[in-house]
């Protein structure tokens, strides 16, 4: 049984930074994209950032500059490093798989079948 288990979030003030990290277990990832997914109150879950089982990425463009995604296949483990944080940042973030291997890594919620709990991220002004 795949698992994805977020940590890392918090609160933290205009200008901060975060460190989100999203432990797999159940199947070896080392060879699969792997994700992150945000989505604040009353809004739809939303792209932030992907990685190839390469280490290519794809980012959105709220976050480009700001937000870096890397993973340690060895950990089966994907990080979200956030700085300059804003308070539009504020949501809960998630972390994906997809079930099937793919080259490009996805940046729809419909290209990924396994998803974590999600960590809060609050981001005060």
């Known amino acids: 049984q795949v698992q994805l288990v977020e940590s890392g979030g918090g609160l933290v003030q205009t200008g901060g930074s975060l460190r989100l990290s999203c432990a797999a277990s159940g199947r070896t990832f080392n060879r699969y994209a792997l994700a992150w997914f945000r989505q604040a109150p009353g809004k739809e879950r939303e792209f932030v950032a992907a990685i190839s089982w390469t280490s290519s990425t794809r980012y959105a463009d709220s976050g480009k500059g700001r937000f870096t995604i890397s993973r340690d296949n060895a950990k089966n483990t994907v990080y979200l490093q956030m700085n300059s944080l804003k308070p539009e940042d504020t949501a809960v973030y998630y972390c994906?798989?997809?079930?099937?291997?793919?080259?490009?890594?996805?940046?729809?919620?419909?290209?990924?079948?396994?998803w974590g709990q999600g960590t809060q991220v609050t981001v005060s002004s």
């Open positions: 994906a798989a997809p079930a099937k291997f793919t080259i490009v890594p996805g940046i729809t919620t419909t290209q990924y079948d396994y």
